[in-house]
């Protein structure tokens, strides 16, 4: 009872407001086209007229909207959409997806439900006194009824926010397609030609959402039906535009202090590319990253500290500055120094903090790297002003040469060395890697093969380990076994795996079952040479076809035609 009163408690209260998650990279780059999507609505929606569209009255704005082929991302898109719609155009805005819409009825439902059903109440204040449509209700006509009664329900204050306050009728009806590639073409063909019937008392407006090209409408539609479509094409930024928008606002800003090694970067952009261009799940590899550092690393904590705040005992304790001393890129640090620095840095914990404030400093490392700038880009320019005369002097005579060149080195090749290896000298001694940095433990993350594991996932290899070691998951003392023993207490599935995993390309499922069956008679303390140990009953029996039922649903085994009462094995290897 205590239970179900708790239950109760769960769900007897409704939030007054509705939270929207806010994505802000996201919707800043979805920005213009959402705009301009939203201003194509308040015009068609208001009735304008303009000359570059010449709109006829059976016609229904349509705007095609070129997402790309970043699909994750696109709920994402579709939520800032409708929020915003709803927040500064229309509050009817419906959005479908093809797997939910497979006849017209269906998708007649579905937009009836999401305008009428869901209480869409014009004054937030109001609450819903509509319930969900019925099956025959479902009618555009009913929707005509509802519309005429909701538009005469807007407030004032509401009407202001929403339209201009002289076309109280005005407020658009937004149909937003999702996946329209997906949709079926039929169910598409009627439900345009119901809707254009009925263009004079609703002004709908559909958004066709398009992984590929424009011409994706004209392939699904034929013209006797899109010439029904006024549409407009809106292109979205790309998804590698989205990405090069992450890096320069997450990966590349001063203001993060945890950075990524070449090879995490790598292995993201690699995922990114071979996956599924989705810049939100590039976003979540890049938050993952940050708390596999932070949970693998003690001292990561320092490097969202003030410098200011480095010195205090909380910050960097007795036992951070020892944690530091241990770190390879400090001892590395410390073997550069003089023999009393050395002591010093290894002794006198005070010491040690005045030297990271002092040598971590922005100031510092900014004026640092500003007179490593100057005074080489000085000398590079000189150098190569004197190189770009030897060159202009040298040209000449090379190109008369150049009929009977040989092996030889000319001058021009060897000031081009010497030129080359004068730049990568350079480099190599003021742009240092960061792994050569010291305390780059700190807010340099580079475990590229943790990340790798994490998010190449092999659905297969962690289920073949699931099944062959359930102690690890189950967490159960019961399931501790020796090394290529069976357990009598781990679930059927599991000894039905293991028990295949000794069998050849067939398996002769009445051997599979006895096999089993002495494996359970031995959790039943019965002795393997006594009668009752080779018989199985009704249970045992409907256990084991369950267990391999679902072998067969995970892809281990599969029924074979070449003998009824084997099955195939299907994997090797792996465990």
Known sequence: RLLDSVFQGCFVFKSASKKRKRHAIQDQLNKKVLDSLAEFIKKHGLGCSSDVWRQRASEIPTAALMLGVNVPDHAMTFRSLCNLLQDSVT????????????????????????????????DEEQEDD??????????????????????????????????????????????????????????????????????????????FGIATSPSAIQHRLPHSVSSLLCIEVFHSLSCTQHLASVFDKLILKSQFPFKLSSRVIQVLVSVFLYHDFSVQNFVKGLQFSMLEHFNSQPLSVLCCQKQEALLSA?????????????????????????????????????????????????????????????????????????????RSSLSSSLLEKE??????TNPFEVLRSEVMEFIDSLVREYLTPAELQPLNEVCYYSSSGVLRQRLNATPRTSIQAALSHPFYYLQNES???????????????????????????????????????????????????????????????????????????????????QKTDHVARLTWGGC
């Open 479 to 561: 399931l501790k076994t020796d090394t290529g023993t069976i357990s009598s207490a781990a679930p059927d599935l599991c000894i039905v795996f293991k028990l295949h995993l000794e069998c050849g390309r067939l398996i002769n499922l009445y051997d599979w079952l006895e096999a089993y069956v002495t494996v359970m008679s031995a959790a039943e303390d019965q002795h393997t040479d006594s009668e009752e140990c080779g018989k199985f009953d009704s249970l045992k029996h409907a256990r084991f076809i369950q267990a391999v039922s679902e072998m067969e649903f995970l892809g281990f085994v599969k029924s074979t035609k």
């Open 91 to 122: 509050p009817f805005v419906a959005s479908v997806h093809a797997k939910e819409c497979a006849a017209v009825k269906l998708l007649i439902q579905k937009v009836l439900e999401q305008l009428m059903g869901r209480g869409v109440s014009v």
């Open 130 to 207: 509509t319930a969900l449509l019925q099956r025959t209700q479902c009618t555009i006509s009913a929707l005509c009824q509802w519309y005429k009664t909701k538009c005469t329900q807007v407030s004032p204050q509401r009407k202001e926010n929403l339209t201009n306050s002289d076309l109280p009728q005005s407020l658009p009806v937004v149909v937003i397609f999702k996946d329209f590639e997906a949709f079926n073409s039929q169910v598409l063909q009627d439900f345009i030609l119901i809707c254009s019937r009925y263009t004079q008392e609703l002004p709908f407006i559909f958004i």
């Open 314 to 390: 909380k910050t960097l304790s007795k036992q951070n500055v020892e944690r530091i001393r241990h770190l390879p890129s400090f001892m590395r640090y410390v073997e550069t120094q003089e023999p009393q620095e050395q002591v010093q840095l290894l002794t006198n914990d005070e010491h040690v903090k005045v030297t990271l404030l002092f040598h971590n400093s922005p100031s510092t490392l900014a004026c640092k790297f500003l007179c490593i700038v100057v005074t080489n880009s000085c000398v590079f320019i000189l150098t190569l002003k004197d190189f770009l005369c030897i």
């Open 403 to 408: 009929s009977r060149r040989t092996k030889r």
